[in-house]
Each structure stands twice: as structure tokens, then as C-alpha cells.
């Protein structure tokens, strides 16, 4: 937070002209700056944007306000608070046309029809994840751990799932238990001889044992129990409706998590924050299991990674990967986990099913984050197989990591890479083999999404300038570029569902970031739709630093930014500002995150 606002001290400090500047006056914000629009999403029928915004005066603790303006800029306001609860949602999954979604709203599932929203649940448990089956017509939900399925028509539900906690001793899991294993044998030999000698004893365990099958006809669902530690992290019902996949998460067993002291708070007294483990500390462990809906039993699915490093060359490690994933049609335990004798430690990114339900990608990345997997999921065999393999000895690429998806040909995917060096478009065949680059250059693709017409993609580049960020249009078997956005800066754009308007925040250097729509051709001219600075900052003539290369001394050229005063000489003094966190790069023309 201090270099947040130190940055931005120096940068409003340097203004070229004009009265002048305080502490005081240029530490005014939001007041100075106002409020950035955020939340940008498109009506179903593209007529309208809706987005969250407020005006520069309201205080810090208000809450953003839903605006709404059509799609030529026009009639632009501020929705009551009802009307607000009829936008579309920020966050939801949709039907396959783009016309229905649904989302959670206090702990409840609810549907949005495209005009209006219903409680599909209305309950005191907490509900989460809900998505539509693949026949749209029912709704799949988590609920206590377990997976429910609501009817759209009627309204009825179903448990899909038979989840207990570890310590969970409820009739349907000691239904399934068999006790006899927790027996001695001579405890064994001791109740089958009082059975024989005692009619009375031998007619109740029968009469136990005819009621637990009853039950078991009746409740065929085989319970599946949790680990210590271990909990449920999300549930997704498999497009056959046959099975659910659990992703679960299981805590280090000496795990230690840091603490952040809070000092404002509103009992006066110190509170603590909790946070993270400390790096080299003991991640923890993630896992996907199969369970069966009808009788619950559970396949654990096995990624078949590289397993934990071993003692060999990044360049050796990055070969026998490559040949793996060319050479495996069904992945098992590799040689080299049974010589381990435990499998890497992953997390699991996203899972994605093809449009036809047919088959599934699953995006796994290794915790030390040097290697990523593609992998083929068959929902029918529960079998996976490695399609592609990223690996870099620093750090894969994280920018564009859920960049990925599947063609509507239900046979290709796409994804993000930084295999040449540089984040580019790649497609690969599900069923593996070799890749296709779909871009190509010394610049990289910051995003990419499949347009709704399934024809093209729209992408976000650095390819005009490393530092300025432009939105494309790029066919599905690529080839030309066709350049969206020209005004230099910053752009993140939201096409419309019908793919004819961008919805675009853009900023520049010495302009905060604004809510814009254009036509989605080249030749568009934007149309400016919020105005969230004040006057004051407005009628300023604030300094545009250029962009300077620093070369390191191992010849790197380091770009930053540079601040002069507007009588500098050579020789005189100059503010340097050169920030690089990773993938967070301060150092562009757009308006600095400090």
C-alpha cells in the first residue's frame, strides 16, 4: 500500500502546469479520481450494457450502484435497487444460447430468465455451484457437501451424492460399514457360537440383518466418506447424468498458516487475519474422484503426471514428459511415483466439457508451478490422458492459465501457451498428437475467449505495442488478425452475445479507466460512457511519461517509466519508476494499478 501511494503521489505531483499541487489536494481520492466502472456484462439480447458504478462523492463503504445504457450509448441511469435485482447476474452459469443463467444470491440458488430472477431455493443451508444439467432443464446444486439436482418444471429435488465428514457416524454410513473387519476372530468365533447356542439372539441378528438389506434395496447409494482434513471444494454432475466428480482438498497435516494482525476493527481490540502457508511450507493436497450416482461407489481419477521431481536435468524431465504424453493412450501410476511412493502435488485449474457432453479437458497445474497438464477426461471409463504438457524451470505461465476451451466440432481444443516463449493460440486434437499455433510473434496473447457464433476468437494482445493492450478478432483456423481497438492504451472489452459491439474499459496513462462501447470493426469510433473524475482533474494538463529502456548489466533492456519536470535539463533530476510483479506490470500506457 505505501508504494501504491507513493506511485501515485509522484505521478499526480509531476503534472506539467497549473496551480500548485498539495498533499492534501492530490491525496483526495476517490473524490479526485472517482470510482472505476467494473461488472461489465451484456442483456441476452444485446440490446443493453449493465454495469457497477458510483459517483465520485459517496463514501468508500457505499455500495457500487447497477447501471444500465443501450447499446448506442444512449439512455444511460441508475437503477433502483428493485430494478437492480432483475440485472442480468455478474457472475452465473448460462444455457448453451446465452438466454438463461442461473447464480447464487444469499446462500440461494436462482434462475434468470433473461428479464427476471426466481429463487429456484430458499433455504437456511448455504448452496453453491449451480449449473444447468446438460438438458437445461434441471439445475445442479452443492448443499452440505452433497450434490442436489432441482427440476425446473416442478420444482422437486433429488440427492445425487452420499458425502459424510469424517466424523460423521449417520445411518446410511453405518449401513455400508463392515464391522466384522474391526473384529478379533476369537470376538468372531464368540458371537457366531451365541447365536447357535441362544435362539433368541440368533432370530434379532437375523431380523437386523433382513432390515439393513431392506434398507440397503431402498438406499443403494454407497456412502462416500471424507479424510480428516479433507473437504469438498466443488461437485459437477457428469453430462450423462450417470456420475459426479468431487474435487476435494485435503489440509497439510503440519500445516501452519501465517497470521496478519488487524488493528482497525470495530471492538477496538486486535483482531487476527488469517492467510496463507509460507512458502516451502506443505501444500495442500488436491484430488477428483468419480462417484457412481445410483449405487456410490468411487474411482479415485488419476492424472498420470510427471510425479515428484527427481534427480535429472529440466531439459531430460521436459523429453520423457513430451514422450509420455505423445506415447499414453490410458494413464496409470508412472514408474516414477511407485519408486516415490507418492504422486506430485497438483490443483486442478478448471474442468470443461465438450458442448456434446461427450468428453471433458482437465486443467491440472503442479503446486511448484513448473509444469501444466491438458488432459483428456472420458466420462465413461473414467480414464485420463496427458494431450499437452507445459513445462518452464522458472514459472509456467499463469496470465491466460484458464485460457482454454473446446471448438463446437466437440473434437479440438484450445488453449494458451507459452511454448515458443512467448503466450500465443494453440488447438490440438483431443485425442492428442501434434499442436497448431494459431499466433505467432515477439508480443503475447493476454486473453482469449470463443466468440458465441463458435467461427472466431476474440483476443487481447500486446501485439501493437508491449505496452498497450488491443482487442482482436481471429478466425477459429487462424490466419489474419483483424485489429478491433486503436485508440493507444489499455483495452478490456466484453463483446456481446451477438458479437457486434464491444463493451470496453480503457485507459490511458493520464486517464483513469472508463466505461466505452464501439462497434466490433476496425474502423469503429468509441463512444465514451461514464466520466467518473472530478472536474478539477479534468481541466489538468497532467505529464504523459514516455517510456524509457534501462539496459541491466546482463543486457537486458528493463523498460520503466520516466518523470520529468517540465524545465529539465540533461544531467537533472528525474523520477524512475520500474515495476515488474510477475505477471502484474505497471510499467504501460494505460492507468497504473498504483
Known sequence: MRI???????????????????????????????????????????RRVFFEWKERT??????FDTYVVDRDGRNLRKLSVDEAKDAPPEEANWTRDRRRAVYIDDDDVVLFDGAKHRNLTSTTAAESSPRFTHDERHVAFVRDNNLFVIALEDGSIEQLTNIAEADDKGPYVDLFEDKDKKKTESQKWLEAEERKLLGTVDRRAKKKEEDKEQERREH??????????????????APDGKSVLAFLRTEPAKGKKTIVPDYVTASAYTETIPSRQKVGDELPATKLARLDVVTGEQTWIDFGVDPAPQAKSDAAKSDTVAKKAEESSAVGETKGEAEAGKSRAVGIEQLLWSDDGTKALIDVRAGDNKDRWLLAYDPTTGKTRIVVTMHDPAWVNNAAATDAGWLRDNATIWFVSEANGFAHLYTVASTGGATKQLTDGKWEVLAAQLANDGK??????????????????LPIAGGSRVRL??????????????????????????KPPELYLQAARADATPLRVTTSPSPEFASREWLDPPIVNIPARDGAQ??????????????GPAVIFVHGAGYLQNVHRGWSYY
Open 58 to 63: 459517496r463514501p468508500l463503504e457505499a455500495d
Open 220 to 237: 443403494p447409494r454407497k456412502p462416500f466418506k471424507l479424510e480428516a482434513k479433507q473437504t469438498v471444494n466443488d461437485l459437477e454432475l
Open 485 to 510: 481497438t486503436t485508440i493507444a492504451g489499455m483495452h478490456e472489452a466484453v463483446a456481446s452475445p451477438d458479437g457486434t459491439t464491444l463493451a470496453d474499459i480503457y485507459s490511458y496513462a493520464t
Open 558 to 571: 528493463v523498460p520503466a517509466r520516466i518523470y520529468k519536470p517540465r524545465d529539465f535539463v540533461r544531467g
Open 4 to 46: 501504491a501511494v507513493a506511485a501515485v503521489v509522484l505521478l499526480l505531483a509531476l503534472a506539467a502546469s497549473g496551480q500548485k499541487l498539495t498533499v492534501d489536494w492530490i491525496t483526495r481520492d476517490p473524490e479526485l479520481l472517482g470510482y472505476a466502472p467494473r461488472g461489465v456484462r451484456w442483456s441476452p439480447d444485446s
Open 456 to 473: 472466431s476468437f476474440v483476443l487481447t494482445t500486446s501485439e501493437a505495442s508491449l505496452h498497450e493492450h488491443h482487442i482482436y478478432r
